[in-house]
């Protein structure tokens, strides 16, 4: 059994530790985007980055020996659109099957190809999933470029549970990957994780240590595969792996503002 995480005042002091230790840098202050930085909805396109985030994260880009990414089960279409982080920051979409990096031009992306096996298999997902939203009230079906999502936030707790064990149960007879997250059940062709694909990044870009928060269970992975010298955040309430824990988006927020006053110090 893991210890409870430590508190937002402990997380706090690691961070300006780390602020002023040139050895670790540069830092990778990876976050997740829903229920981390931008609180959840019921219309996952209403989602936004807190405006005290938005600002919070242009003022730590313009830190050297700091690198910012989105670890996010977004696509990336879905991330571009919606989130408002500086040039320079890395997306990393679809639990880690899409990357790509904000320029002042647009994104600089790595394109996804599915084979034709992964297309078909998709197409198929997509009919079954329906079939499992059909007649439920509340219960949607959102296709991404690698995977199709069972919504089920707006059903009745009965109706979304029985959705999202036939969701799982769609998942083993068709052999796919299964991501079970807050009211979604993902479905995906081309099986991938964020702990994957955040130790990818963090190698190329050669950071010793990663700061990552999320607030899901899909975060785990991130959590599981990270060190013991890096920084690990859960975001809300639940089990976890991660070594602080903030209550809420707003706390994310107030901690990345706190690192952005503090870093130059
Ligand atoms: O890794 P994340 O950035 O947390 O993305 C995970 C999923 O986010 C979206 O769903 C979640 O947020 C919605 C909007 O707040 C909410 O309605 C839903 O219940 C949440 O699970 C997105 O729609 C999914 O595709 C992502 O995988």
Redesign the pocket.
Known sequence: MNAEPRDARALTDRLHALAADADAHPLLVAL????TLAP???D?SA?RILPAGVDALATLAGHAGLELALV???SMADLQALAQVPAGTFLIGSHGAERARVTTFGLDRDVVELTHAQADRLAALGARAAAVARGRDGVWV?T?PTAV?V?T?LAEPDVGAEAEAQALALGTELGCGTLH????V?LTVLPADKGTALQALRGELGAPVVLYAGD?V?DEHAFAALGATDVTVKVGAGQTAAAYRVGSPDAVVAVLADLAATWDR
């Open positions: 997740d985007f829903d229920g959840l909805q019921d996952p989602s996010s089960g977004r959102e991404k999502v919504h936030r997250g807050k009211d979604v993902e899901d899909t």
